[in-house]
C-alpha cells in the first residue's frame, strides 16, 4: 500500500458514473409525502408541477441502487471535481493524537461548497425538459451562487429569493450571483402574493428562509416554461450529492483506508446524506460497523431535541408534508446564530436512518465550532465555512478522545465548504462578541404546538 | 499520449524538489541594487539588516540554476499543492476557437493567490534563523493573507500594515488576517516614525503601499528578532514562485503540451517570472520560440509606458536603489482602478527581460478586463481576482484572433488567483458605473520627475 499523500485527488475516470440511491438499500424506506389538503399519499403529477419531472421520478424511486448520471453532468462536475480527500497531518500534529483524521473537502469552486454538485444536475434535467427559467430561495447564499452557476453554464435564467436581511449582511454574495446572471429579489418581496401579504403584515421584516420559499415556488407556478429548484432535505438532492461520498469510497479503498466513523454536519442533510450514503450502506447490509454521526447547531437541534413527526418544509405551509425530525415549521433559531444549518426540519432519509439506529447525532453550540474552525485554519490552511466547522469540531473531539485513551482511529469527516462569506461571523467571534443559545424545553414546546394534526388512521395507511 | 483532463494534478513525488534560478541562464544579468547613499552595488551585509540571512543570500545567486527545497516547505507546499494545470474546454467551446488554452489555476488556497508560495518559503527561513517576528505591509491583502496563514502555521508572530483605505474597505481581508493571528495595523499610524509624520502633513490620507512599506521596515529595524519580508518585485520571491512554472512545465511535459505562447499578469511580476521560469529558459538557450507576454493594467503601465532607469521600491525612498521598468516611485494610479498591479515598478529579472527582447508586454483597460473575467467565470466557474483577469483578458484576445485566423495554437496562461475578496469592484462593473483610465503623457512625466539621479559614470562601473 502506497504511504497516504496529503491530498487524494481521483482520475476522471475514477469519477462516479452513478448516483448512488440509499433509499434501495435501506430496510424500511421513508414515509411518503402527504398532500395536507387530502392527507393521501403526494403523486408523481402533483409534484410535477412545481418540480422537473426527471428530478419526481428519482424523488420516488426507491428500487434502483444505482442511477446514471448523464453524460451532460460529468462534464459539468470535472470542471470541479473530484473533490480532494485530505489527509489532515497538520490537524494530527497539532492535536498530539494517534487517530488519522481525513477530510473530504467540497469548497474548491467558487460557489464554496457542495451544494453544486445538485444544482448542476437539478439544472441540466431543467434545461433537457425545455424549462427557460428556474425560481430558488437562498438564506446563506451558497445555494444561490451554485444555482446561479449552473444556470449560467446551461443557460437558463434564475430568480433567487433572498432572504432580506442576509442579502443586506452580504452585498458579496448578492453580486456573485449577479456575476452569475442570476436575478437576486430580496424576500419579502412585492412581486408575489405570499410577498405582498408579509408585507402588508409586517411591513419591517428582515424575512425568512419560509418565506422565501413561498415566494419562489409562487413564482414558479405562476411563470411559463419556469420550476422551483430546492438545494437541500429532499431525496433527489441528497441522490445527487452521493458523488461525495462515492468519490471519498473510492479514494478509501485505493489507499486501504478503513474509517472507524464518519462525520458529517447537519442542516437540511444533503451533505451529509451524500458523504454517509455507500458507507452506511454496508452498514446497513451488515458489512460494517462504522459509527455515522450528524454534528448540529445546539441552536437549531432538530435531530437531537425535534419530534419525529410529519410536518410542512416551509413557514408558509405550502409545501408537502413530510414524515421527519422537526421542530416545527414556525421554529426560527435564535438571530445570533451564526452560520447556516437553521433549518427547523431534517432529510425524510436522514430521518429515517436516525429513526431506526444507524446514525448518532450531536448538538454543538458555535462558540465551541468557532474555535475549532481556527484552530484548523491555522494548521491546515483552509478557512472553513461555520456550517462544517460543526463536523471539524465533532472531529477534534473524538481525536482528542484518541489522545487520552491511546486510540488509533480512523476518522473521516466532511468539509463541506469553506467561510470566505462569512467572515462577519469570524469577526463577532475573533472579537469575543459572539454567543452561544440554546432553545428551553418552553421555545421548542411553541415550535411542536404548531405541527400538523395527522389522525392516527392516515399514519396506519402510509 | 493520454486524453487531456480538465484537470492535471500532478502527484506529491512529481512536485518540485528545487526552485529554478532564473539569474543562472540569463545571458546578461540584472544590474545590481544600489545603496542611494553611496551609489555603490548594496551588500548582503546592508541587505541583512532588513532581511533574512538565506534570502539574502537566495537574491545575489546568480549561478546556481537549481536551489533545494527545503522539506519544511515542501511539507507546507503539499498542504495546498499541486496547484492544477486546467484545459479551459469550456472557455474554448463558449469562445469557438481552434486554439487550445490551458490555465495554471493558483487560486486553491485561502489567501486566495499564487503569494503563498513565497509566504511559506520567507517564513520558514525566518524560523530556521531564530527570528520571532516579521512585519510587512499590504494592499489589496492576498500578500497579507498569504504571510499570516504561514506565520500561523510556523509560529512566528506577524504585523501587517494594511493601507488605511484598503483596511476600511476589506474588512473581511483584515478579519482573515486576524483570524490566523496577524496583527493588522492601518497605515499610516502612530507606531511608527514615518506614519507620524505623514499623519502629521496629512491626516486625512487613506495611505498607499509605499507609506506601508516603510512604516514595515522601521518596525522591523527597531524591533528585536524581528525582520521585513515582501511579496513581490525581488528575485528571492520570483524564485520562490518558480513552483508554479515548474508544476506547468511537468504537466505539460506528462501529457505533450507544446505552449505557443504563456500569458501572465505584471504587477509586481513574482506571479509572472514564476510561471515563466522553465519557459523562458529554454528560449534564452535558444532551444524554443515560445511567446511570453505580461499583461499590465493600463491605468499602471510600467513596461509599456515606463522608464527603464533606477529607482526606489517604495515612495518613502527607504530602500536601495534597483534598475527596473518604473513609472517613478511618486506614481499612484488613479483611485478608480479596481485591482491589485498597481505597482510603479517591476522585477529587475523580467525588467531586464523584457529590454532584451525576449518578453512582450501589452496593456489593457480594466473594464475590458472585468468583461473578460465574466465571460470566465460563467463558462469556467471560477470567479477571477482582477489581477489574474488581466492575462486572461489577453488570452482571450488570443484566441479570438485564432478563430479568425483559423490557427490551432496552444495558450497558457496564469490564472494566480480568485475573487472572492473583490467584489466591490464587480458590483461596480455589474452596475455600469466601472470607468477606465489611461494616464496622459503629462501625467506620466510627474512621475518621472521623481526619478532618482544616478550619474553616468556610476552606471559605467555597476
Known sequence: MQKVPYKIYLSESEMPKYWFNMKAVMKEKPEPFLNPATLKPCTPEELQQVFCKELVDQEFNDTDKYIEIPEGIREFYKMYRPSPLVR????????????????????????????????????????????????????????????????????IDLTVYMVKVSAEQKPYRKAVIETYGGKVIPSPSDTTEAGRRILAETPDTGGSLG??????????IKTKNCKYVLGSVLDHV????????????????????QPD????????????????????????????????????????????????????????????????????SGFIPSPNHAGGLRYHGMSPIISKLYHDGYIEARAVEQTRVFEAAKVFARCEGILPA?????????????????????EKKTILFGLSGTGYFDLTAYM??????????????EDLEKGFAGLPNVPECVLMEV
Chains 1, 2 share one sequence.
Open 88 to 155: 489532515a497531518y497538520c490537524l494530527e500534529k497539532t492535536l498530539d493524537t494517534p487517530a488519522e483524521i481525513y477530510y473530504k473537502f467540497e469548497g474548491t469552486n467558487t460557489s464554496g461548497s457542495h451544494k453544486l454538485n445538485s444544482a448542476a444536475a437539478q439544472v441540466y434535467y431543467a434545461k433537457q425538459q425545455g424549462i427557460t427559467c428556474l425560481t430558488t430561495e437562498t438564506g446563506a447564499g451558497q445555494w444561490g451562487t451554485a444555482l446561479a452557476m449552473a444556470c449560467a453554464y446551461y443557460g
Open 211 to 220: 418565506c422565501a420559499i413561498s415566494e419562489a415556488i409562487e413564482t414558479a
Open 238 to 257: 441528497l441522490l445527487h450529492q452521493t458523488v461525495i461520498g462515492l468519490e471519498a469510497k473510492t479514494a478509501c479503498d485505493k489507499y486501504g483506508i
Open 261 to 328: 466513523m464518519i462525520i458529517g454536519c447537519i442542516g437540511g442533510g444533503s451533505n451529509f446524506g451524500g458523504l454517509i450514503a455507500p458507507f452506511i450502506s454496508e452498514k446497513i447490509e451488515g458489512r460494517s460497523s462504522i459509527r455515522i454521526i450528524g454534528v448540529e447547531p445546539a441552536s437549531c437541534p432538530s435531530l437531537t431535541r425535534g419530534k419525529y413527526a410529519y410536518d410542512f418544509g416551509d413557514t408558509g405551509k405550502t409545501t408537502p408534508l413530510m414524515k421527519m425530525y422537526t421542530l416545527g
Open 386 to 406: 461555520p456550517e462544517s466547522s460543526h463536523a471539524l469540531c465533532a472531529a477534534i473531539d473524538e481525536a482528542i478522545m484518541c489522545r487520552e485513551t491511546g
Open 428 to 441: 463577532a467571534y475573533n472579537s469575543g462578541t459572539m454567543t452561544d443559545y440554546i432553545p428551553t424545553d
